[in-house]
């Protein structure tokens, strides 16, 4: 059984760019969360989103963006990347309404030139 | 609001040696709390978990117990091995499902 899919694990991008990362959730799960983590830091929640719709935001900007698809798939968009952008981008799945049983993917490492 | 604060690192340990990483948070409500571990180059992976007051989350030689009258979920074991070595973060979540990191502690432990 699959865990958490997210593609791609590397990125490098130019400053002013946009990024789309893409994430499958875990087979069963319908919510999906993306978290960034800073080098050295804890991850911070970005956003949640479940049957197609944000049902949560963290704090950040708008040029952070996402979109929930049918089959639960789901993509980060990231626009006029800055350097602070730099991160490990982490998507997390669930099954709405489950209080706990997330499972986290890989990520994947955006570095912004 | 909701925070989690752990001990900074790095801590560094020989093999079979006492660990405490120490965790203290503050909620509004009656969180979960977690401990994650993190290794070189890869995504979270959960090593145990507590639901309520009193829980004790064990996984892996690890164990961690919810003290709501001190808002604590320290992280122990009792002997550590060289392949314990990762970066660990406590976490919680309440109603809304969003996670609350700190900021990892991490563990390197030497043969």
């Known amino acids: 059984d699959a865990g958490v899919t997210q593609s791609p694990t590397h990125l490098i991008k130019t400053r002013g760019q946009q990024v789309t990362l893409r994430c499958s959730p875990k087979s069963g799960h319908d919510t999906v969360s993306w978290y960034q983590q800073a080098l050295g830091q804890g991850p911070q929640f970005i956003f949640q989103?479940?049957?197609?719709?944000?049902?949560q935001r963290g704090n950040f900007p708008d040029r952070f963006s996402g979109h929930q698809f049918p089959n639960y798939s789901s993509e980060l968009n990231v626009n006029a990347l800055l350097l602070g952008d730099s991160a490990l981008y982490l998507c997390?799945?669930?099954?709405?309404?489950?209080?706990?049983?997330?499972?986290f993917g890989s990520g994947t490492r955006l570095t912004v030139v | 609001g909701n925070s989690v604060t752990q001990m900074e690192g790095p801590v560094t340990l020989s093999e079979e040696a006492f660990l405490t990483i120490n965790c203290t948070y503050t909620a509004t409500g009656y969180p979960s709390l977690f401990w994650y571990v993190q290794y070189p180059g890869e995504g979270l992976q959960l090593l145990l978990k507590a639901t309520k007051a009193d829980d004790k989350g064990s996984n892996k030689g690890f164990e961690a117990t919810y003290r709501k009258e001190t808002t604590s979920f320290h992280l122990e074991k009792g002997s550590v091995q060289v392949s314990d070595s990762a970066v660990y973060f406590c976490?919680?979540?309440?109603?809304?499902?969003?996670?609350?990191f700190g900021t990892g502690t991490s563990l390197t432990v030497i043969p």
């Open positions: 997390a799945s669930l099954t709405w309404g489950a209080r706990y049983g997330y499972t």
């Open positions: 976490a919680l979540i309440q109603a809304g499902n969003q996670f609350y």
């Open positions: 989103y479940y049957e197609e719709e944000e049902r």
